[in-house]
């Protein structure tokens, strides 16, 4: 049996997956900055997580997923400069910074649950985590890693020997090609504000805290240290996001939480490559932003999207289009049918006896279904290569549909590989009774009668009456099987 390996963005190769606590999982997630409601893109990264720490639990690991919620100090410029993003937008809708946080976060919350996501551990927000980061801050400060300017308390990143080590960026390189710096205040460019004070040009900051250095608020990296370590203790199995963060975001984490504690801050860095648009990337200020309404209004599940994400590996670019997702509409309509099939499959009789002797010695998941299951559990372990675990699900329908007879062993077997596949996957659940609008589900009814009663014509009638509303109903087994055109 193969072990998980993954690419671990720190080394820069893929490593067997071990973990600090034996059979624990601590995995922390940078979440949303909720100043708007977030792209496609964005769940993307956050799809990725969901996918690892599914495949951590079918591998029998208890996972405690931190995924955080940004509801302050997110600037635009990413590092120390411009406009808090949530002010910002608040001052765009006329309303206060707390009141946009709270909208977008409930936005964000209801697309995480139609995407199929599992809801972490802990989802904490960075405006209740304050006092956690000013005691960072204190720490910092104390042991020498910072220095206080007019406007803030900044890290040194020339005290921390290891700063570079995630993304690359050394010193060295960074000075060679640095800009012109707007705050001159600065020891060296790439110095990051861990506390902003409310002067100049943030003496308007709505939300503010008092802290040693007058009131200010945080910024932005010091609360994923602030919020991990809340969790999660000093050091982390893994840690994720988009291939955005490795810079400066991450590399900032890294090491301000270091010098804190003396410790790794996390064993693993998993980042997800971004998702473009024909040849562009997606991003806000480009204008080329899709939300998961307008998958809906398409007339497609959140879970095709789903789907689409996870049919190419998470280190590769994907191409968004509107094909891709209609084609994995209908590759996702099949695997659920297809499991819906096996659902209603009965042991054969003859295959009792003749093969029920020979397969008691054996596991259930032995014989031809096994074979699938090793190479589905071998695909993932493989850095989570979900196109070739797609692939061994659609081997294993076109197998498993010229099977005639089925032992109990084989079934069971067959049954547990659907069941790893649908908590892996998460998008090939049977679809929800109480999706069907009411107007099918009252002609269903009728059909139901029609049919206990032998009248095919009207059953016939009704069937096409559904299909006009875009339903499709099959028979299964004597009962009726509806899902959407
Ligand atoms: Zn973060």
């Given at each position: 049996m193969?072990?998980?390996?993954?690419?671990?963005?720190?080394t820069?190769?893929?490593?067997?997956?071990?973990?600090?606590?034996?059979?624990?999982v601590?995995m922390?997630?940078?979440?949303?900055?909720?100043?708007?409601?977030?792209?496609?893109?964005?769940?993307?990264?956050?799809?990725?997580?969901?996918?690892?720490?599914?495949?951590?639990e079918?591998?029998?690991?208890?996972v405690l997923?931190?995924?955080?919620i940004t509801?302050?100090?997110?600037?635009?410029?990413?590092?120390?400069?411009?406009?808090?993003?949530?002010?910002?937008?608040?001052?765009?809708?006329k309303?206060?910074?707390?009141?946009?946080?709270?909208?977008?976060?409930?936005?964000?919350?209801e697309?995480?649950?139609a995407?199929?996501?599992?809801?972490?551990?802990?989802?904490?927000?960075?405006?209740?985590?304050?006092?956690?980061m000013?005691?960072?801050?204190?720490?910092?400060?104390?042991?020498?890693?910072?220095?206080?300017?007019?406007?803030?308390?900044?890290?040194?990143?020339?005290k921390?020997?290891?700063?570079?080590k995630?993304?690359?960026?050394?010193?060295?390189?960074?000075?060679?090609?640095?800009?012109?710096?707007?705050?001159?205040?600065?020891?060296?460019?790439?110095?990051?504000?861990?506390w902003?004070?409310?002067?100049g040009?943030?003496?308007?900051?709505?939300?503010?805290?008092?802290?040693?250095?007058?009131?200010g608020?945080?910024g932005?990296?010091?609360?994923?240290?602030?919020m991990?370590?809340?969790?999660l203790?000093?050091?982390?199995?893994?840690?994720?996001?988009?291939?955005?963060?490795?810079f400066?975001?991450?590399?900032?984490?890294?090491?301000?939480?270091?010098?804190?504690?003396?410790?790794?801050?996390?064993?693993?860095?998993?980042?997800?490559?971004?998702?473009?648009?024909?040849?562009?990337?997606m991003?806000?200020?480009?204008?080329n932003?899709?939300?998961?309404?307008?998958v809906?209004?398409k007339?497609?599940?959140?879970?095709?999207?789903?789907?689409?994400f996870?049919?190419?590996?998470?280190?590769?670019?994907?191409?968004?289009?509107?094909?891709?997702?209609?084609?994995?509409?209908?590759?996702?309509?099949?695997?659920?049918?297809?499991?819906?099939?096996?659902?209603?499959?009965?042991?054969?009789?003859?295959?009792?006896?003749?093969?029920?002797?020979?397969?008691?010695?054996?596991h259930?998941?032995?014989?031809?279904?096994?074979?699938?299951?090793?190479?589905?559990?071998?695909a993932?372990?493989?850095?989570?290569?979900?196109?070739?675990?797609?692939?061994?699900?659609?081997?294993?329908?076109?197998?498993?549909r010229?099977?005639?007879?089925w032992?109990?062993?084989?079934?069971?077997?067959?049954?547990?590989?659907?069941a790893?596949?649908?908590?892996?996957?998460?998008c090939?659940?049977?679809e929800?009774?109480?999706?069907?609008?009411?107007?099918v589900?009252?002609?269903?009814?009728?059909?139901?009668v029609?049919r206990?009663?032998?009248?095919?014509?009207?059953?016939?009638?009704?069937?096409?009456?559904?299909?006009?509303?875009?339903?499709?109903v099959?028979?299964?087994?004597?009962?009726?099987?509806?899902?959407?055109m």
């Open positions: 193969s072990s998980l390996h993954l690419y671990n963005t720190l820069k190769k893929e490593e067997e997956f071990t973990t600090i606590e034996e059979g624990k601590r922390y997630t940078c979440g949303p900055t909720v100043y708007g409601r977030p792209h496609i893109g964005n769940y993307s990264s956050f799809l990725m997580a969901d996918l690892i720490r599914r495949w951590l079918v591998s029998g690991y208890e997923h931190v995924k955080n509801d302050v100090g997110h600037l635009v410029a990413d590092q120390n400069e411009g406009e808090d993003k949530i002010e910002k937008q608040a001052k765009q809708e309303t206060d910074p707390l009141a946009v946080a709270k909208k977008y976060e409930a936005m964000y919350l697309d995480e649950a995407l199929g996501m599992l809801e972490p551990f802990k989802r904490p927000r960075a405006t209740e985590t304050i006092k956690e000013i005691e960072l801050v204190n720490t910092l400060e104390e042991k020498g890693f910072t220095y206080e300017t007019e406007d803030g308390i900044y890290f040194s990143v020339e921390f020997a290891d700063y570079g995630l993304s690359g960026n050394t010193l060295d390189n960074l000075s060679a090609g640095s800009r012109v710096e707007v705050n001159d205040e600065k020891k060296h460019p790439a110095d990051f504000a861990l902003k004070k409310c002067v040009e943030n003496a308007h900051h709505i939300l503010r805290w008092d802290s040693p250095w007058g009131e608020f945080p932005w990296h010091i609360e994923c240290s602030a991990s370590m809340k969790f203790g000093d050091e982390l199995d893994i840690h994720t996001g988009g291939e955005d963060n490795i400066p975001h991450h590399e900032c984490e890294i090491a301000q939480s270091e010098s804190v504690t003396g410790k790794s801050f996390s064993r693993f860095w998993i980042h997800r490559r971004r998702i473009d648009m024909g040849s562009e990337k991003s806000k200020s480009l204008g932003v899709l939300s998961i309404v307008d809906i209004e007339g497609y599940s959140p879970l095709d999207l789903r789907y689409l996870l049919s190419v590996h998470y280190r590769t670019n994907l191409k968004f289009s509107w094909k891709g997702v209609d084609d994995s509409k209908k590759a996702r309509r099949k695997v659920v049918e297809w499991m819906g099939e096996v659902g209603s499959l009965k042991e054969s009789k003859d295959a009792k006896e003749t093969k029920e002797k020979k397969e008691k010695q054996e259930p998941s032995s014989g031809a279904v096994g074979k699938y299951t090793e190479k589905f559990i071998d993932m372990n493989s850095d989570l290569n979900t196109p070739q675990a797609l692939a061994v699900i659609f081997d294993c329908m076109s197998w498993s010229n099977q005639k007879d032992s109990h062993n084989a079934l069971e077997a067959l049954n547990d590989f659907i790893m596949a649908r908590h892996t996957f998460g090939f659940e049977p929800e009774v109480s999706d069907v609008p009411a107007e589900r009252a002609l269903l009814d009728e059909r139901k029609a206990d009663d032998k009248d095919f014509k009207t059953s016939d009638k009704l069937r096409d009456q559904i299909k006009e509303l875009g339903w499709e099959r028979d299964e087994e004597g009962e009726q099987v509806v899902r959407k």
